[in-house]
């Protein structure tokens, strides 16, 4: 018989007239526990049946328990074990089936994962490797861009060099306007300044 365990997991209806199993046996329930648990004239059939074919129409007493397992009715503790079937096949692969399902949410659980990643808020590092260019793309003439500093604050700049030294010290570098001077910023990024921006 299958274990108290397997049937309360797959039991989940009952009934007080007849129910057929699986197998092709029909429990009813006799005598009638309720005057309209039967339609006109079922009950009496089944007691036909069942001194005609006392191996197919079974009698019983009280709540007739069944449910489904892989769309086959089965009556509670019915002479065909089909349960009993049921119960042993998944005992006896029960690596196999546990390898399984923990196969099965493992990929449930890397596809939910993945797709929260996909929409994940971004990393400052990701914003910045998205928005900002390396430096060697920087412009080299004269033009004003914005550069991400090493603090990471924003500077309008340009690129300036004059390594003649002839009107002042050798410079080379990225210069922001301070008043009416230059002052030399580090900086690790730059984009273009938007058009109306342009200086
Ligand atoms: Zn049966």
């Given at each position: 018989m299958a274990s108290n365990e397997f049937n309360e997991a797959y039991i989940g209806a009952g009934t007080y007239a007849a129910v057929t199993c699986d197998c092709g046996i029909t429990y009813f329930v006799s005598p009638p526990e309720y005057s309209d648990?039967?339609?006109e004239g079922e009950y009496e059939r089944l007691l036909e049946q069942s001194e005609e074919n006392p191996d197919k129409f079974k009698q019983t007493y009280g709540c007739i328990s069944y449910g489904h397992i892989d769309s086959r009715c089965i009556v509670l503790d019915c002479e065909c074990k089909t349960a009993d079937k049921y119960e042993n096949f998944i005992l006896n692969h029960k690596e196999l089936i546990s390898s399984f399902l923990n196969a099965s949410l493992k990929r449930d659980v890397t596809e939910a994962v993945n797709a929260f990643n996909s929409n994940k808020i971004k990393t400052k590092d990701e914003v910045i490797?998205?928005?900002w260019f390396d430096l060697d793309s920087a412009p080299k003439d004269s033009s004003w861009f914005l550069g991400l500093t090493e603090e990471e604050t924003?500077?309008?700049v340009h690129y300036a060099c004059d390594l003649s030294?002839?009107?002042?010290?050798p410079f080379k570098g990225y210069f922001k306007r301070v008043g009416t001077y230059f002052s030399e910023v580090k900086i690790t990024k730059w984009k273009?300044?938007?058009k109306e921006e342009n200086v």
């Open positions: 648990s039967y339609n490797n998205e928005y924003i500077e309008e030294g002839e009107e002042q010290p273009p300044l938007k």
